[in-house]
């Protein structure tokens, strides 16, 4: 009997550049409003930032480790008929990071609001009512700013000229810091509730005050960690992707978006070879899509000149190692703070420079999941953050220097004797976020998060250059970190036609 012929997928085909946790979001939406969508994806295996580092029996994730508002990733599973515990187990991570002060005190940060209340009690009895004021500011900010902006689309200047009352009622032309001492006094506290933004990548001095939102985000959704790693994550979207018939192709770096008549076309490939798409999406970094992929055209608004002159978040340098013991007193996120706070950022942002102090993120996953090391093992990533390459910092020269000084500063508080106890390490610089991640200026975060770089300031989801030409991702809105990325994906739903349109 021979056999039959495969029947030809004929739905309109979107295409997909870079398996960051945007890119592959995008992807399960448009799947589910009947693409046949192809990722490609550089590297050798999914997940951007997200990527997976296992060498001598450990498991380091590269990028994000803090997974809040878990709704997101839900609505990813439910669209295509699952629940996302059917794929990953994600915990709840309690307390979600001790803060400790450079003179050994610490501040165990949770959701848990009595326990909340004691510990800014504890520091600093006469702030507590100023406490409970930003919080009440931070759920204001996230009910605008998250719930009824987050997945909005910003194509034109009355869409923002629409927010501009509600922005200004809440305060948004101050800093995140300015609206926390507006309430706190204490300097530690006032650090304390102020640094979230540098975990997208903004100055707290700089950042507007919408990101405030974050602190009513994790009391309201929690911190988790995917067991097995945030990897876990990325490989469960891929399964989804694929169930849905589509592609995920990796070692497949693309050259050029290709343009005709004033829309995107497809891709060309570093190999050389062209694929045709009805529509595409970049998850690249936005300054490269449009500097880099497509140069053959003429830009209006994305000029060159105007992306070599944006500001830029700060890069990171980030230390992966292994010990052949376990630091059971250490909490799964740490955040170690050095002896300068709006100094050292003053460092980092505004003059370029490599301070010789630093304020520290430790990672260390066994905490919650064993399994991340061979038994009797911790597994570790200590991050820093550090000038994106306009400092001109050579790491070449400068990371292992830096490495031992990180390494004498762990030794000396939180990890005695780690140095004689590492048995696997590994490094990622800025040049790693410039080479390897195709991030413009080694930028970890993209576009820095200030106010005329936000919202329709920022690179629009649908590209104001190219028809049929869309952004997810950092670099576009509404920003950076895992709640933005997955919300730009949502924002295609309003501006990307159905596959229907296509027939």
């Known amino acids: 009997m021979p056999l039959e012929s495969p029947i030809a997928d004929t739905r309109p085909h979107a295409i997909v550049i870079g398996s960051g946790f945007g890119g592959l979001a995008a992807a399960v939406r448009l799947g589910a409003r009947g693409y046949r969508v192809s990722v490609l994806e550089q590297l050798d295996a999914p997940g951007g930032r997200a990527y997976v580092h296992r060498q001598d029996g450990f498991t380091f994730d590269a990028g994000p480790t803090i997974v809040t508002a878990p709704f997101l990733l839900e609505e990813l599973w439910s669209l295509c008929g699952r629940k996302l515990s059917d794929d990953v187990d994600l915990r709840a991570v309690d307390p979600f990071y001790r803060i400790r002060f450079d003179d050994g005190e610490v501040f165990d940060y949770s959701g848990d609001e009595a326990a909340m209340r004691r510990e800014v009690q504890r520091l600093s009895p006469s702030d507590l009512a100023g406490y409970e004021r930003f919080m009440a500011a931070s759920q204001a900010i996230y009910k605008v700013g998250f719930e009824q902006l987050g997945d909005v689309p910003f194509d034109s200047w009355t869409d923002m000229a629409r927010i501009v009352p509600s922005m200004v009622g809440l ?23 102020s640094f979230h933004p540098l975990l997208i990548g903004g100055n707290p001095f700089t950042a507007t005050s919408i990101y405030a939102l974050i602190c009513f985000l994790e009391r309201r959704w929690g911190v988790h960690f995917a067991m097995g790693g945030t990897g876990q994550l990325v490989s469960g979207l891929v399964r989804l992707i694929e169930g849905q018939g589509g592609t995920v192709r990796c070692n497949e770096p693309v050259r050029e978006i290709t343009v005709s008549n004033g829309a995107a076309t497809g891709v060309r490939l570093a190999s050389g070879a062209a694929l045709a798409a009805d529509i595409v999406v970049s998850n690249a970094d936005s300054a490269t899509t449009y500097r880099s992929l497509l140069p053959s055209i003429a830009r209006h608004r994305w000029t060159d000149r105007r992306i070599e002159r944006a500001r830029y978040s700060m890069s990171l340098f980030v230390w992966y190692f292994g010990t052949k013991r376990q630091y059971r007193d250490v909490r799964h996120h740490t955040i170690m703070l050095g002896p300068r706070y709006r100094e050292l950022l003053t460092d980092i942002f505004e003059r370029k420079v490599l301070a010789e102090d630093f304020s520290l993120y430790l990672h260390r996953p066994t905490a919650t999941d064993p399994s991340l090391a061979p038994e009797g093992c911790d597994a570790f990533y200590v991050l820093s953050p550090v000038p994106h390459l306009a400092s001109g910092v050579d790491w070449q020269v400068t990371a292992e220097r830096y490495r031992q000084a990180i390494a004498r500063h762990l030794d000396e508080t939180l990890l005695p004797g780690v140095q004689d106890e590492i048995v696997t390490s590994r490094l990622l610089t800025p040049l790693d976020f ?53 919300l730009s994906a949502k924002v295609l739903d309003q501006v990307v036609p159905d596959a229907a349109a296509f027939a």
């Open 434 to 486: 410039r080479d390897r991640l195709s991030s413009f200026q080694g930028a970890a975060f993209g576009l820095e998060p200030v106010m005329t770089q936000s919202a329709w300031f920022r690179p629009h989801n649908r590209s104001e250059e190219v028809e049929r030409l869309y952004l997810v991702g950092a670099g576009t809105h509404p920003g950076a970190g895992l709640p933005g990325v997955l």
């Open 171 to 193: 305060g948004s032309y101050r800093s995140v810091y300015g609206l926390v001492a507006s309430h706190i006094k204490d300097e530690r506290l006032r650090t304390v509730f």
